[in-house]
């Protein structure tokens, strides 16, 4: 059984920094391309960051990011602990959603994601 398990949201002001970890189960992790993905009021889920396994043969750690995150966050991960970090930092309140992590393309499984708002 699939579990993700997110975590490290919070309120912050504009400007400021958050660093977003997400914990997976129930996958093959190392091998498996990951991404961060956020969900706005009233908007549809996008995908803002993406980091593949570290292997060359499923892309080699290569990392991909949306425009609206280029410069400003930063995805890795850790294969070890299982887990995923998403480091936003110049946040804006455009910014503000709940944050999940899944597979790349997602699971139909979601974790209840980490809510990150940011004050103007």
């Known amino acids: 059984q699939v579990q993700l398990v997110e975590s490290g949201g919070g309120l912050v002001q504009a400007g400021g920094s958050l660093r977003l970890s997400c914990t997976a189960s129930g996958i093959f992790f190392s091998v498996t391309t990951m991404g961060w993905y956020r969900q706005a009021p009233g908007k549809q889920r996008e995908r803002v960051a993406t980091?593949?396994?570290?292997?060359?043969?499923?892309?080699?750690?290569?990392?991909s990011y949306a425009d609206a995150a280029k410069g400003r966050y930063s995805i890795s991960r850790d294969d070890a602990k299982n887990t995923v970090y998403l480091q936003m930092s110049s946040l804006t309140p455009e910014d503000t959603a709940a944050y999940y992590c899944?597979?790349?393309?997602?699971?139909?499984?979601w974790g209840q994601g980490t809510q990150v708002t940011v004050s103007s």
């Open positions: 980091i593949a396994g570290r292997s060359r043969l499923v892309g080699g750690g290569r990392i």
């Open positions: 899944n597979t790349v393309p997602p699971l139909d499984s």
